[in-house]
C-alpha cells in the first residue's frame, strides 16, 4: 500500500502561478507511477499528468499541456505540480494518485491522496 499527501492548493487569481506537493510513503516500490488527477464540482474525475519513478517519462491531458509541469524528487519520494497562468477552470479538487503507466485511466490506479483545493478567481 502507498500512502499519499498532497499539499499546496489554496486560492489565487487568474494567471498565477501555483505548485502542489505529493509525498508519497510505504511501498512505493510496487506503483511505477505517479500523477495528478482533478475533480470540479459535479464533474467527472480527471487526469492531469503523470510521471515515472524510474527515468522521468511525463504525460499530460491536452487541456494542461505548455502550463502544467510534473516534476519529482526521488530522494525525497515527491513529486511536484507547477501549475502557471492558472485560469478560473482550472478550479478543482486536486488529488494525487499512484499506479500503473501512463496512469490516465481510473483503472491503473492503485492509491489515492485525499485531495488538496485549488482555487482560481477571475
Known amino acids: 500500500q502507498v500512502q499519499l499527501v498532497e499539499s499546496g492548493g489554496r486560492l489565487v487569481q487568474a494567471g498565477c502561478s501555483l505548485r502542489l506537493s505529493c509525498a508519497a510513503s510505504?511501498?512505493?516500490?510496487?506503483?511505477?507511477?505517479i500523477g495528478w488527477f482533478l475533480q470540479a464540482p459535479v464533474k467527472e474525475r480527471e487526469f492531469v499528468a503523470a510521471?515515472?519513478?524510474?527515468?522521468?517519462?511525463?504525460g499530460y491531458a491536452d487541456t494542461v499541456k505548455g502550463r502544467f509541469t510534473i516534476s519529482k524528487d526521488n530522494n525525497k519520494n515527491t513529486v511536484y505540480l507547477q501549475m502557471n497562468s492558472l485560469k478560473p477552470e482550472d478550479t478543482a479538487l486536486y488529488y494525487c494518485?499512484?499506479?500503473?503507466?501512463?496512469?490516465?485511466?481510473?483503472?491503473?490506479?492503485?492509491?489515492w491522496g485525499q485531495g488538496t483545493q485549488v482555487t482560481v478567481s477571475s
Open positions: 510505504g511501498r512505493t516500490f510496487s506503483t511505477p507511477a
Open positions: 494518485a499512484a499506479g500503473f503507466w501512463p496512469l490516465s485511466t481510473l483503472d491503473l490506479i492503485s492509491s
Open positions: 510521471i515515472t519513478w524510474k527515468g522521468a517519462s511525463t
